[in-house]
């Protein structure tokens, strides 16, 4: 069964870190690009950052650059973003997908999704 775990999210306040982990089962991350979305209420789902599936290209949304860092580790299975300097617009739902492109940040292009890890930036 192909299935994605997101973890590590929480309530954190402004300016602190967190780091979300994404789990894959059934199926092997090497060959998909990973990418992290997320949805805050009333908004519509926005993606966050991207990595490739095979040299590491990177993408990051303006609103997280210089904050936030995709990374993956193949042997784990697993790929993380880690999020510094937290701000209360942060605060959403955050989804990792797995697409069988090279690199995408459009969501139509992933074919599987996890369920969501939610993240809180308050004071």
């Known amino acids: 069964q192909v299935q994605l775990v997101e973890s590590g999210g929480g309530l954190v306040q402004p300016g602190g870190s967190l780091r979300l982990s994404c789990a894959a089962s059934?199926?092997?991350?090497?060959?998909?690009?990973i990418g992290w979305f997320r949805q805050a209420p009333g908004k519509e789902r926005e993606g966050v950052s991207c990595?490739?599936?095979?040299?590491?290209?990177?993408y990051y949304a303006d609103s997280v650059k210089g904050r936030f860092t995709i990374s993956r580790d193949n042997a784990k299975n697993t790929v993380y973003l880690q999020m510094k300097s937290l701000k209360p617009e942060d605060t959403a739902v955050y989804y990792c997908?797995?697409?069988?492109?090279?690199?995408?940040?459009?969501?139509?292009?992933?074919?599987?999704w996890g369920q969501g890890t939610q993240v809180t930036v308050s004071s």
């Open positions: 997908a797995a697409s069988r492109y090279y690199y995408s940040v459009l969501a139509y292009e992933y074919d599987y």
């Open positions: 059934g199926f092997t991350l090497d060959y998909y690009a």
């Open positions: 990595i490739s599936s095979s040299d590491g290209s990177t």
